[in-house]
């Protein structure tokens, strides 16, 4: 789960004379995005539209609310993102869009976290034969196929 991980360590030796030792460690744990368990919600009429998408980790928790600055949402070939992602404060994340139909991609974005590969999610509406397609993403100079 999110959040910030405080842990104690306490060690006592010695039988007539006794010492003991202390460590204190802390640490923040943030989640990776699974595509598998992230939501996605696709609005788009006559080309127009939004795209929601709600982040979760393998385990199912939400990656936020207040984490959009730690993520960059663009479009999948076909999708174009026009303005930054809006947080919704719970959870979700909304980004206005166009969607060209003659792409032969579903509409869908790219999500991208610091640190870790970007995550494809398209409209869950779209049959498996279509979703199959793959294109390139590209995080830095990190590369590779989806």
């Known amino acids: 789960m999110e959040g910030n991980y405080t842990f104690h360590f306490r060690a006592s030796y010695g039988d007539t004379c006794t010492a003991a030792r202390e460590l204190f460690w802390s640490l923040h744990v943030d989640p990776s995005i699974d595509p598998s368990r992230t939501g996605v919600t696709v609005n788009i009429n006559g080309g127009a539209g939004t795209i929601t998408v709600v982040p979760r980790d393998q385990y199912g928790n939400h990656v936020g ?21 809006r947080d919704n404060g719970d959870g979700s994340y909304t980004v206005p869009v166009t969607w060209s139909s003659s792409s032969g991609n579903s509409p869908g974005v790219i999500i991208s976290q610091l640190g870790r590969p970007p995550v494809v999610v398209n409209d869950p509406k779209v049959t498996r034969k279509t979703r199959s397609q793959k294109w390139k993403t590209c995080s830095g100079s990190c590369c590779s196929w989806r």
């Open 65 to 85: 609310p207040g984490r959009g600055d730690g993520l960059t949402i663009t479009g999948v070939p076909g999708t174009v993102v026009s303005e930054p992602a």
